[in-house]
């Protein structure tokens, strides 16, 4: 799907490639000034903890942005990072759950057209451990307040009424990231904004430039909020079957004529839209119709799509059909890879099925029943039971 790359490009059609798309950039003066010297370096990151989802495809989508405009670009399995957020990977699972990561990475570029050989894969942990970054970590507690590091977190870490020390220190150490991966830019979704800022606030404290911050938007799930990995109602996973991803496309709240919280149009504007533009700048969505209500309509822009459902003219089932029929094409070349056998086990160990917890019988309660053929012994009377009392 994606263009020639060898074709030269100004420093302002570079720009407005790079930042198609995105809610947010910080630091545009220093992006364009970068650009007219040379070409940019950025790292995109993920922590390996629950299965990614369709909606990672948003940041693919710019990470082909990025490799056309001629930046080098860097994806980041922050091993550690999912370690440290509340446990939801445990240690023994994220060396795994990181090869899973990278393959699936792999895999979706892959399936939108994307050429892998400009991209460098790097795990978290072989730097991150090292006694210059320790040393550097040290350094940031040693200035950062907790009410900061705290506030950096708040849209990323996982929080609860008693959160561990653990996301305390993500924040800091996804600010020194940027340094040892030796990037201009850092790369990620509007929710990582707190922790932007925080980066660009106690990076230069330690001697460090601040780094410029490109922000997508965030996708909203199936029903309308976050489409997250802990909801399951809310996403389709990347492995998902055609059936199961026509079930949860049908079940997502849709309501005709509503632009204003509807996950399914969302999805098309910003994953599917986008998409379709990395040929050849032509973007296409197709809205399948029987022959006998009108048959397909193209759409060669979000916003004649959004005009036409608000309006009515375009069916909250037919939306939901195409969508499903796009999801899967996506789909089935990373459906297709998983289905060999060294991926069936790497997944199967780095997501083992929960155990089953076996419950425990219940004992039937026995009555002390007298039996049929014998007569309860009468009580005895006061008087018997005192009269064999010693005192």
Same mark, same amino acid.
């Not at 942005?65 to 980041?76: E, I, P, S, T």
């Given at each position: 799907?994606?263009?020639?790359?060898?074709?030269?490009?100004?420093?302002?059609?570079?720009?407005?490639?790079?930042?198609?798309?995105?809610?947010?950039?910080?630091?545009?003066?220093?992006?364009?000034?970068?650009?007219?010297?040379?070409?940019?370096?950025?790292?995109?990151?993920?922590?390996?903890?629950?299965?990614?989802?369709?909606?990672?495809?948003?940041?693919?989508?710019?990470?082909?942005?990025?490799?056309?405009?001629?930046?080098?670009?860097?994806?980041?399995?922050?091993?550690?990072?999912?370690?440290?957020?509340?446990?939801?990977?445990?240690?023994?699972?994220?060396?795994?759950?990181?090869?899973?990561?990278?393959?699936?990475?792999?895999?979706?570029?892959?399936?939108?057209?994307?050429?892998?050989?400009?991209?460098?894969?790097?795990?978290?942990?072989?730097?991150?451990?090292?006694?210059?970054?320790?040393?550097?970590?040290?350094?940031?507690?040693?200035? *950062?307040? !907790?009410?900061?590091? +705290?506030?950096? &977190?708040?849209? =990323?870490?996982?929080?609860?009424? @008693?959160?561990?020390?653990?996301?305390?220190?993500?924040?800091?150490?996804?600010?020194?990231?940027?340094?040892?991966?030796?990037?201009?830019?850092?790369?990620?979704?509007?929710?990582?904004?707190?922790?932007?800022?925080?980066?660009?606030?106690?990076?230069?404290?330690?001697?460090?430039?601040?780094?410029?911050?490109?922000?997508?938007?965030?996708?909203?799930?199936?029903?309308?909020?976050?489409?997250?990995?802990?909801?399951?109602?809310?996403?389709?996973?990347?492995?998902?079957?055609?059936?199961?991803?026509?079930?949860?496309?049908?079940?997502?709240?849709?309501?005709?004529?509503?632009?204003?919280?509807?996950?399914?149009?969302?999805?098309?504007?910003?994953?599917?839209?986008?998409?379709?533009?990395?040929?050849?700048?032509?973007?296409?969505? *197709?809205? !399948?119709?029987?022959? +006998?209500?009108? &048959?397909?309509? =193209?759409?060669?822009?979000?916003? @004649?799509?959004?005009?036409?459902?608000?309006?009515?003219?375009?069916?909250?089932?037919?939306?939901?059909?195409?969508?499903?029929?796009?999801?899967?094409?996506?789909?089935?070349?990373?459906?297709?890879?998983?289905?060999?056998?060294?991926?069936?086990?790497?997944?199967?160990?780095?997501?083992?099925?929960?155990?089953?917890?076996?419950?425990?019988?219940?004992?039937?309660?026995?009555?002390?029943?007298?039996?049929?053929?014998?007569?309860?012994?009468?009580?005895?009377?006061?008087?018997?039971?005192?009269?064999?009392?010693?005192?």
């Amino acid at each position: 799907m994606s263009k020639d790359t060898t074709v030269q490009m100004t420093p302002e059609e570079k720009l407005k490639l790079i930042t198609r798309n995105l809610q947010e950039v910080l630091g545009g003066e220093e992006l364009k000034k970068l650009l007219s010297e040379r070409d940019i370096s950025l790292y995109w990151g993920t922590a390996p903890t629950g299965k990614p989802h369709i909606a990672y495809f948003l940041a693919m989508t710019k990470i082909a942005d990025f490799l056309q405009a001629g930046c080098h670009v860097k994806v980041l399995i922050a091993d550690i990072h999912a370690f440290l957020d509340n446990l939801k990977s445990p240690i023994e699972l994220v060396k795994l759950r990181a090869q899973y990561y990278e393959q699936i990475v792999k895999c979706m570029l892959k399936s939108i057209g994307v050429p892998l050989e400009k991209l460098e894969f790097v795990i978290g942990s072989s730097y991150e451990l090292t006694p210059e970054f320790t040393m550097d970590n040290y350094k940031l507690a040693s200035c *950062v307040t !907790e009410h900061d590091a +705290k506030k950096a &977190g708040a849209e =990323v870490v996982k929080q609860s009424d @008693s959160p561990p020390l653990s996301g305390l220190l993500y924040p800091g150490m996804q600010a020194l990231d940027e340094h040892y991966l030796g990037v201009d830019a850092q790369f990620g979704g509007v929710d990582q904004r707190k922790i932007f800022t925080f980066a660009e606030k106690y990076l230069p404290i330690l001697g460090y430039k601040k780094r410029i911050h490109m922000m997508n938007p965030m996708v909203p799930g199936l029903q309308g909020a976050k489409m997250s990995s802990s909801d399951p109602d809310s996403k389709i996973d990347l492995l998902d079957s055609k059936k199961s991803v026509k079930t949860k496309i049908n079940k997502a709240f849709c309501e005709e004529g509503n632009v204003e919280t509807n996950g399914v149009l969302m999805f098309v504007k910003h994953v599917l839209f986008p998409i379709s533009s990395l040929r050849d700048d032509k973007p296409e969505f *197709v809205v !399948e119709r029987p022959e +006998k209500y009108g &048959g397909n309509t =193209v759409y060669s822009d979000y916003e @004649s799509l959004e005009r036409d459902f608000a309006e009515k003219n375009v069916h909250p089932g037919d939306l939901k059909n195409s969508v499903s029929s796009a999801i899967n094409i996506l789909l089935d070349p990373i459906r297709e890879h998983f289905e060999q056998p060294e991926m069936q086990k790497l997944l199967a160990e780095a997501y083992p099925a929960p155990k089953a917890v076996a419950k425990p019988v219940k004992q039937k309660k026995k009555h002390n029943k007298c039996p049929e053929d014998r007569t309860a012994p009468a009580a005895e009377s006061v008087e018997e039971k005192l009269a064999g009392t010693t005192i």
